[in-house]
Structures are given as C-alpha cells and as structure tokens.
C-alpha cells in the first residue's frame, strides 16, 4: 500500500516532469508536435491530450464529494481535448495543481479503502484498492510521458533529467 506522502511525492514529480516536457515540446513547431510518429496515439500532442483527459478522468472520480470536485472537459478515448498547443498547455498546469491539491488531502484511511466506479472501457462497475487506483494514476503518466520523451529523442531534443531521485527539492 502506498502513503498519502507518496502520493504526494508523485504529484510534485508529476508537475515537474510536465514541466519539463512541455518545454521541450515548445522547441516543436505544432506540424512536428501533431505529426503521426508511429505512436500509440499517433502524435506528440494526442499522447499528451491522452495523460490529461485520463488525469481528468481519475481525478474527477477521486475528488468526488471534495471541494476540488471539477466537471472537467469530456471526450472519448483517443480524442483530443485540446487542438491547441497554448490551451493544452494551460490545462496542464491548472491539472497539475489540482493533483497537488488532491495529493494533500489523501489521508491512509482512504487510501486503504476499496474504491468502486464505473468503468467505460469495461462497461461495468469495478472495484479496487483506492491505493491501487492511486498508482496507477501516477503510473499512466509515467507511462506516457517515457513515449513523448523517446519521440523527443528521436527528433533530437533531449527532454532532460527524468529520474525521480534527481527532481530538485
């Protein structure tokens, strides 16, 4: 089981590796950044929609019933949210500080609970440990953002320093 501390450390890790490849995506013209490059979801830009709309959907479950409950924009899987880079790129930011607002509500009671929803993908009700649910909400972006920095790499930009032991304090 993972602790609210963790999560916490997750979603500073995840504001600063956003950071950091949205700046490296800046370097891109937006033809380079929505170019089909072989990827999952085809496009620099569409895997990046792809982290977002999936944050906003787990964050949106998450906070239910909190005051950081939001209705956040809708699509279904594998469309973009945003077609422009600057909006994409402002609902980054304003997603990653309600992450970290998120983060520091966590408490061990709720992390250890069972959390149920409604799947779309499934097209059921599941149930799993909200400190599962957790991880995999930190583990998706991780996932995502490795694709964008091997396709950053493979156009000749470094993405930088991507290790969790290596964010600044």
């Known amino acids: 089981m993972i602790t609210p501390e963790h999560a916490q450390l997750m979603a500073r890790y995840n504001r600063w590796m956003n950071e950091g490849i949205y700046a490296a995506c800046d370097r891109l013209t937006d033809e380079e950044r929505k170019a089909d490059r072989g990827a999952f979801f085809r496009s620099i830009h569409s895997t990046l929609n792809h982290v977002i709309w999936a944050d906003h959907v787990w964050v949106s479950r998450f906070a239910q019933d909190t005051p950081l409950a939001r209705d956040y924009p809708k699509s279904a899987v594998g469309v973009d949210l945003y077609e422009d880079w600057n909006a994409l790129k402002s609902a980054r930011v304003a997603m990653d500080a309600d992450i970290l607002s998120w983060a520091a509500?966590?408490?061990?009671?709720?992390?250890?609970?069972d959390f149920s929803?409604?799947?779309g993908s499934t097209k059921s009700m599941r149930t799993k440990?909200?400190?599962?649910?957790?991880?995999?909400?930190?583990?998706?972006?991780?996932?995502?953002?490795?694709?964008?920095t091997t396709l950053l790499s493979q156009l000749g930009i470094d993405p930088g320093i991507t290790d969790l032991m290596l964010m600044p304090d």
């Open 105 to 113: 509500m966590l408490d061990a009671d709720w992390l250890a609970r």
């Open 117 to 119: 929803w409604y799947s």
């Open 129 to 148: 440990p909200a400190w599962l649910l957790v991880a995999h909400l930190f583990n998706h972006q991780t996932h995502h953002r490795g694709q964008v």
